[in-house]
Protein backbone atom coordinates (compact mmCIF):
# COMPACT_ATOMS: atom_id res chain seq x y z
CA UNK A 1 0.00 0.00 0.00
CA UNK A 2 1.53 3.17 -0.82
CA UNK A 3 0.39 6.44 0.44
CA UNK A 4 1.71 10.36 0.99
CA UNK A 5 3.07 12.11 4.12
CA UNK A 6 0.07 13.79 6.32
CA UNK A 7 0.39 17.18 6.54
CA UNK A 8 -1.12 19.50 9.20
CA UNK A 9 -1.33 23.64 9.47
CA UNK A 10 2.17 23.36 10.91
CA UNK A 11 3.70 21.27 8.59
CA UNK A 12 4.21 17.08 8.80
CA UNK A 13 2.26 15.81 11.92
CA UNK A 14 4.06 12.31 11.71
CA UNK A 15 7.41 12.03 11.86
CA UNK A 16 9.76 10.86 8.24
CA UNK A 17 12.75 8.76 9.74
CA UNK A 18 12.62 5.18 9.16
CA UNK A 19 10.04 5.45 6.43
CA UNK A 20 10.43 3.75 2.85
CA UNK A 21 9.95 5.66 0.37
CA UNK A 22 9.45 5.79 -3.72
CA UNK A 23 10.26 8.95 -5.96
CA UNK A 24 9.73 8.80 -9.75
CA UNK A 25 12.74 9.72 -11.64
CA UNK A 26 14.50 9.67 -14.77
CA UNK A 27 13.51 7.61 -17.90
CA UNK A 28 10.67 5.67 -16.35
CA UNK A 29 12.90 4.94 -13.29
CA UNK A 30 11.85 4.77 -9.38
CA UNK A 31 14.36 5.87 -6.60
CA UNK A 32 13.95 3.44 -3.44
CA UNK A 33 15.16 4.09 -0.20
CA UNK A 34 14.99 5.22 3.76
CA UNK A 35 14.76 8.46 4.81
CA UNK A 36 17.50 9.04 7.50
CA UNK A 37 16.73 12.59 8.30
CA UNK A 38 15.35 15.77 7.50
CA UNK A 39 16.64 19.44 7.10
CA UNK A 40 14.26 22.79 6.95
CA UNK A 41 15.57 25.14 4.46
CA UNK A 42 15.27 29.05 6.11
CA UNK A 43 15.43 30.44 2.88
CA UNK A 44 12.80 28.84 1.12
CA UNK A 45 10.33 27.69 4.01
CA UNK A 46 10.47 23.99 2.82
CA UNK A 47 11.70 20.67 4.68
CA UNK A 48 14.25 18.56 2.47
CA UNK A 49 14.43 14.57 3.29
CA UNK A 50 17.71 12.81 3.47
CA UNK A 51 17.35 9.39 1.77
CA UNK A 52 19.85 6.62 1.79
CA UNK A 53 19.27 3.82 -0.82
CA UNK A 54 19.44 0.33 0.55
CA UNK A 55 22.71 -0.72 -0.54
CA UNK A 56 24.09 2.80 1.89
CA UNK A 57 24.54 5.32 -1.48
CA UNK A 58 22.42 8.76 -0.48
CA UNK A 59 20.39 10.07 -3.10
CA UNK A 60 21.34 12.50 -5.45
CA UNK A 61 18.99 14.75 -4.38
CA UNK A 62 16.88 15.75 -1.19
CA UNK A 63 13.23 16.07 -1.67
CA UNK A 64 10.34 17.50 -0.17
CA UNK A 65 8.14 14.83 1.69
CA UNK A 66 4.87 15.97 -0.73
CA UNK A 67 7.32 14.66 -3.71
CA UNK A 68 7.89 10.75 -2.43
CA UNK A 69 5.39 7.97 -1.64
CA UNK A 70 5.79 5.95 1.68
CA UNK A 71 5.52 2.54 0.92
CA UNK A 72 3.97 0.11 3.43
Known amino acids: MERKFKYGRFGLTENPVGKY ?13 EVIGSTYDYVRGMLHLK ?4 CG ?3 PISPVPSAVTILE
Open 21 to 33: VALPWKDGRTLLG
Open 51 to 54: VRHF
Open 57 to 59: DMW
